[in-house]
């Protein structure tokens, strides 16, 4: 069975920045990592994606401050996320699937979320 298990979360002024992590076991190999954001109020939002050959696809609001990486060594896939805003504030979930992971309805598995509040 497959586990995703984030870790990280928590609140940072504007500006600031956090680390997500997301600890993962049980992923078929050759499947992309996904990390997906939800605010109260509005739909789940593809934010970052990795593909199993390092490939990287961003969502246009975070492309240029947030960036993914895997460590398939450690079986961990990691969010940077730099000069925070307030509209960033969401729960961010961890995903997997076998391809095209910024579809939702082509992931697998979720993680239970890591709640990220950015204040003013």
């Known amino acids: 069975e497959m586990q995703l298990v984030e870790s990280g979360g928590g609140s940072v002024e504007v500006g600031g920045s956090l680390t997500l992590s997301c600890a993962y076991s049980?992923?078929?190999?050759?499947?992309?990592m996904v990390w997906y954001r939800q605010a109260p109020g509005k739909e789940r939002e593809g934010v970052a994606e990795?593909?199993?050959?390092?490939?990287?696809n961003y969502a246009s609001s975070v492309s240029g401050r947030f960036t993914v990486s895997r460590d398939n060594a450690k079986n961990t896939v990691r969010l940077q996320m730099n000069s925070l805003k307030p509209e960033d504030t969401a729960m961010y979930y961890c995903a997997t699937g076998p391809e095209r992971c910024l579809v939702p309805r082509k992931i697998r598995t979720w993680g239970q979320g890591t709640q990220v509040t950015v204040s003013s």
């Open positions: 990795i593909t199993y050959d390092d490939n990287r």
């Open positions: 049980q992923v078929p190999y050759g499947s992309c």
